[in-house]
């Protein structure tokens, strides 16, 4: 959500930001290794690229779904592709909802975790960024968030899993770190994630992820008063309504790329 369009009119994401760094890192890799390949008697040089057809990348996500959702109509489809790397984001929209049933969303998540990592997949989880420290009326969140990190950052220490911490990252105190809904990374903010996620990778990191934007100018009251009225209207509201509906988002939307197909 909410970052710059692609061609074909979806959201970038930095998940489509992370599969171009990693599909210029295999074809790198595959030309380096092709160049060194002795040719053979008649002189050719071996195949133009792996046996696999290059770096493959799906995308299963889609915006609004719950850890149940995810569990019942993503995890399934994600472990039977057999990927080396899956990166999953999870359970915030359940601590965002009142009444959440942690245990329950600690234990769907968990069982997500164990059947990725048995189909042999290396699995990259987050911690939620602290919206307490830009948000007005977002303490109540922060015991459940709070757990979950905790959570999150237990299942790291096994094998084959690797976290991404946004939590201890102040840069998202900075609002211009997040769409005009406050809920959506901005294009900056999809950009920093992405390097998080390459560095936790253990890639050379580009820039520092974590630092803090250059110092600006803070809005007026005025200002603030508007944007505050315009939130309440645009995004407060019709997500309170959808609440009370029992209706997502993301109702009735397909994933981005439901198919492990080669990247580009």
Request: charged fraction near 25%; hydrophobic fraction near 40%.
């Amino acid at each position: 959500m909410c970052d710059d369009l692609l061609p074909d009119g979806h959201y970038q994401g930095w998940a489509d930001r992370v599969a171009r760094a990693l599909a210029a890192e295999h074809a790198e890799h595959a030309e380096r290794a092709e160049r060194a390949e002795p040719a053979g008697q008649s002189g050719q040089a071996g195949q133009s690229g792996p046996a696999d057809g290059g770096f493959r990348y799906a995308n299963l996500a889609v915006r609004g779904k719950l850890i149940g959702q995810i569990h019942a109509e993503q995890l399934a489809p994600a472990a039977a592709m057999g990927a080396e790397l899956v990166t999953l984001a999870g359970g915030l929209n359940d601590v965002l909802r009142p009444g959440c049933d942690i245990d329950r969303v600690e234990r769907l998540l968990g069982d997500c975790v164990r059947e990725l990592r048995a189909a042999g997949s290396t699995v990259v989880l987050f911690t939620s960024t602290d919206p307490t420290r830009r948000m007005a009326g977002s303490a109540r969140l922060l015991p459940t968030i709070l757990r979950m990190k905790g959570f999150v950052q237990e299942l790291g220490r096994q094998d084959g899993i690797v976290v991404v911490d946004l939590f201890s990252a102040p840069c998202f105190d900075d609002r211009r770190l997040w769409a005009e809904d406050r809920l959506h990374l901005s294009p900056e903010g999809h950009r920093r994630v992405a390097e998080g996620v390459l560095e936790a990778l253990g890639r050379p990191a580009t820039f520092d992820w974590r630092a803090p934007l250059p110092a600006a100018a803070p809005p007026g009251r005025t200002e603030r008063l508007r944007d505050d009225a315009r939130w309440l209207r645009s995004h407060l509201g019709p997500w309170i309504g959808r609440r009370l509906t029992g209706r997502s988002s993301g109702d009735g939307r397909p994933p981005k790329r439901a198919e492990l197909l080669p990247y580009g």
